[in-house]
């Protein structure tokens, strides 16, 4: 490994660290200009893909871990509540990781016509949490439940 290779491998760890922290929602130590100068060093000096990359695993890692494992434990209990609470979690923390890859927004993704930062983050919601098998299928129930007792009058 190189010596740029190691040290974009130190600045993509900072930024996959920063992250992490967003999605947990503990962000309040977070250095949001020191983290866009690192995202810029990255993509300014054609690492854009393994920041766009990286973004893209870390993001399903935790829909897939985290927020779908929460939903799935919500089935029998609040459901719709806490299907909707991680959707406007995750929607929170894909505009501040929006924020810190600006410039990747900006360069790698009009470059290579991928999907923008946030709309990654919605993509990877709906593929990994909504259309996760029993929470499609719980949620296709609940919602025709929902509209069928709305018809009866009885909601």
Do not use: P
């Not at 949490?129 to 439940?145: F, K, Q, S």
């Amino acid at each position: 490994m190189s010596m740029d290779e190691k040290y974009v491998e130190s600045i993509w760890g900072l930024l996959k660290s920063a992250i992490q922290e967003i999605q947990k929602k503990n962000n309040s130590g977070l250095s949001f200009e020191e983290l866009y100068r690192n995202a810029y060093t990255m993509v300014l000096h054609k690492h854009g893909e393994r920041l766009y990359t990286g973004l893209k695993e870390v993001v399903t890692h935790h829909l897939e871990t985290k927020v779908r494992e929460d939903v799935l434990r919500s089935l029998n209990n609040n459901f719709l509540q806490i299907l909707n609470q991680a959707w406007n979690d995750h929607q929170t923390s894909m505009v501040m990781i929006r924020d810190i890859l600006m410039y990747m927004d900006r360069v790698y993704v009009q470059q290579n016509d991928v999907d923008n930062v946030y709309n990654l983050g919605l993509i990877a919601f709906r593929d990994q949490v909504v259309r996760y098998g029993c929470i499609r299928d719980h949620l296709r129930e609940t919602l025709l439940g929902l509209v069928a007792r709305e018809r009866r009058g009885r909601l």
